[in-house]
């Protein structure tokens, strides 16, 4: 079976402070067009990208990402 990666980026972004999409963007030096296409599941980050956002956040990358079964 096939695993989808979901993320919890947007609810992340909320409990740090109300991040908008943009903010988030430009910290981590990419688009807020790539920033809503990972919020939808329409793009899935690199490790790199993955492990910034987890460093700003201070959490592991498990809290944003997780790896689910495909019904």
Known sequence: MDK???NHLKLKRLQNGDITQDEL???LGVSRQT???IENGKFNPSVKLALKMAKLFGCP???IFEL???E
């Open 68 to 70: 689910k079964e495909e």
């Open 25 to 27: 963007a430009k910290k």
């Open 61 to 63: 990358v498990e809290e």
């Open 4 to 6: 989808e990666l979901k």
């Open 35 to 37: 920033i809503n296409a």
